[in-house]
């Protein structure tokens, strides 16, 4: 439930807080007052999009920030977690956006930065709305099939899921299906490369690392000499047997530490120096030995060269082809030998599809039915309940007709095509929504449709409310008025008796009934004129004096006692201090009480 809504820098208003009622609140106002920014304020809140256009005049940037009662509702307070943000102590929550002049949008929830696409998923949990737009969208087909869909209830519409996923795997099936039988052929030429690259690779069966050892084998023994004269040179060095020079680093380490055990008993000190010696001479002749084991071992290998050569040669047309070194050339190999066994398994893996193809064609039958049966119920059902509302909206004699029949070829919503139709009076013709019906009809027959989907929804989940969307009607009246008008305002009330209701209308009939009514009020711009309320001098909503813009502020009051009464005369008559015009508001008010 929507608690309050604070607005500032958004259109012609300046800064506005709206609080809303538990039950029904109305919003009223003078033409270009800025009632509309008000649900414009809503929708960003909810995660619509950003329009830098929207920011007022002179302002860097709007912001809209509002309190969101999420008591009872885990989904949505789990949701709120998710995102990093918090649920207050008293269950609320607080949605902040802000769109900058430049046009950069940012959202906040619960005090944490996320994305708008957060706030629309949270919305569709929390709001719902009703407006002009929306009937538009309802004369179409798919959109009247989800009214249908949305009127069945929980139950239909969880059988439509079943459906859909169904509907969903055969279709993915069907691709791979496709897929496996036009690339036949491809898929059996690329079996066989595979085939004779593994064969190849077979045949050469190199080992990891090989091509590497090779290679460090051919630059030995192609340089023997080489390598032996550089080995035995360092091996005199170190501890040749040049006795009568005694010039090795072997005995060059020895007499350093003798002359240094020689005085250790005066500086343990120099004791240390003579046993890291020592420690370098045993590493020395280490060293020594294994150059002595390495000249003797070496020798020259004509005929292991030009094997390692030969070998390197085998090696190298792989790596030419499969990889750049061995190890790639094996791991080419086994990824090929996978790929190869899934080439193979395909006759079995497509007749395995074929399978739950058929399989889900019947699960497709039995849940499309289903999901017929559904809508040929509800279409009954929801063809009266508009009827039924039609007649209290001064249309007696019309009637809904609600056709479902089906479809062409199966869809991913069903079989079936839903098609709205209005009888506007006994014995004429039904035609489809939309056509032939004058504008004050269309939308009270929109605004039937409407309260029935709301109603059914109301219906649909028990309880005390908490669990219900916020409904929001953005003037769906108009066209409609007298009688009809009040008789729009009583169904409203009643919807608003189970869960919160916000309304923009221009009808005093409908704002009688609200539990709070809202006034959206202007006052002078700089200019020292008030905005033309047809908004004709200024697109966005200012005038023009001398090319200055006059910058209209708007705000939002709560009227109660006389004060509504007024605004209520004001509706009626356009004089708000008319005797007969409160009388007539007192009269509203008094029987608005009563029609509940």
């Known amino acids: 439930m929507l ?22 609140t109305v919003i009223t106002g003078e033409t270009g007052a800025g009632k509309t920014m008000v649900l414009t304020g809503l929708g960003l809140l909810m995660g619509g999009k950003a329009d830098a256009g929207a920011v007022r005049p002179g302002a860097s940037r709007a912001a809209v920030e509002g309190r969101v009662r999420v008591t009872g509702r885990e989904d949505v307070a789990a949701r709120v977690d998710e995102a990093g943000g918090e649920v207050d102590d008293d269950g609320t929550v607080v949605v902040l956006r802000t769109v900058a002049a430049g046009g950069r949008s940012r959202a906040h929830l619960g005090g944490r930065g996320v994305p708008q696409g957060v706030l629309a998923d949270i919305a569709d949990e929390l709001v719902t709305v009703h407006g002009q737009a929306d009937q538009l969208r309802l004369r179409t087909p798919a959109k009247q099939r989800d009214a249908l869909d949305t009127f069945a209830g929980a139950r239909h519409r969880a059988t439509i899921e079943e459906y859909r996923a169904a509907w969903a795997e055969r279709a993915g099936l069907l691709a ?23 064969a190849e690779i077979e045949r050469v069966d190199p080992q990891p690392g090989e091509d590497a050892e090779l290679t460090a084998l051919v630059a030995r023994l192609g340089n023997a000499e080489g390598l032996r004269v550089a080995a035995q040179e360092a091996h005199d060095t170190v501890a040749g047997d040049d006795v009568e020079t005694d ?3 072997v005995a060059a380490v020895e007499r350093a530490r003798r002359a240094l055990e020689a005085v250790a008993s005066d500086d343990p000190a120099l004791g240390e120096h003579a046993t890291r010696l020592a420690e370098a001479g045993y590493l020395l002749a280490d060293v020594a030995g294994e150059l002595a084991s390495y000249v003797d071992g070496l020798q020259a290998d004509p005929a292991g060269l030009e094997t390692a050569h030969s070998r390197l040669a085998e090696l190298g047309a792989l790596t030419r082809t499969y990889g750049e070194t ?57 063809a009266a309940a508009v009827t039924d509302e039609l007649a209290g909206l001064a249309m007696a004699g019309a009637r809904l007709v609600v056709r479902v029949e089906p479809a062409a070829e199966p869809g991913p919503s069903g079989l079936d095509q839903v098609t709205f139709l209005l009888e506007p009076h006994p014995g004429a013709p039904a035609r489809p929504l939309g056509k032939g019906a004058s504008g004050g009809e269309l939308s009270r027959v929109m605004l039937a449709v409407e309260v029935a989907l709301a109603t059914a929804r109301v219906e649909d989940e028990p309880g005390d409310g908490a669990l219900l969307p916020t409904f929001v009607f953005d003037e769906v009246d108009a066209g409609v008025g007298g009688r009809a008008a009040v008789e729009v305002g009583r169904r409203l009330a009643a919807l608003a008796r189970r869960t919160q209701v916000v309304v923009v209308t221009h009808l005093a009939q409908v704002a009688a009934f ?8 202007k006052s002078q711009g700089a200019a020292g004129t008030e905005v033309d309320d047809t908004g004709a001098d200024g697109a966005d909503g200012t005038d023009v004096e ?10 939002v009051r709560e009227v109660t006692g006389d004060a509504r009464v007024r605004e209520l005369a004001r ?26």
Request: hydrophobic letters at 45%; proline letters at 1%.
């Open 571 to 596: 509706m009626l008559s356009g004089q708000e201090e008319s005797a007969t015009a409160r009388q007539h508001a007192v009269e509203l008010l008094e029987s608005s009480i009563v029609g509940r």
């Open 247 to 249: 010039g090795t680093a």
């Open 176 to 198: 791979e299906i496709d897929d496996l039988t036009t690339r036949a052929a491809e898929r059996a030429r690329e079996a066989e490369l595979l085939r004779l690259g593994l």
């Open 514 to 521: 609200g539990d709070a009514h809202l006034v959206v009020t």
């Open 546 to 555: 001398d090319g200055v813009p006059a910058v209209t502020v708007t705000g």
């Open 326 to 382: 061995i190890d790639d050339v094996l791991r080419w190999a086994s990824d090929a030998g996978l790929r190869l066994l899934d080439l193979d398994d395909g006759g079995e893996r497509l007749e395995s599809m074929r399978r739950r193809t058929a399989e889900l064609d019947d699960v497709l039958a039995a849940a499309g039915e289903r999901v017929s049966e559904g809508r040929r119920a509800a279409a009954d059902a929801l």
């Open 3 to 24: 608690e309050e809504i604070a607005i500032e820098n958004l259109g012609v208003i300046e800064t506005a807080r709206v609080p809303l009622a538990d039950g029904l």
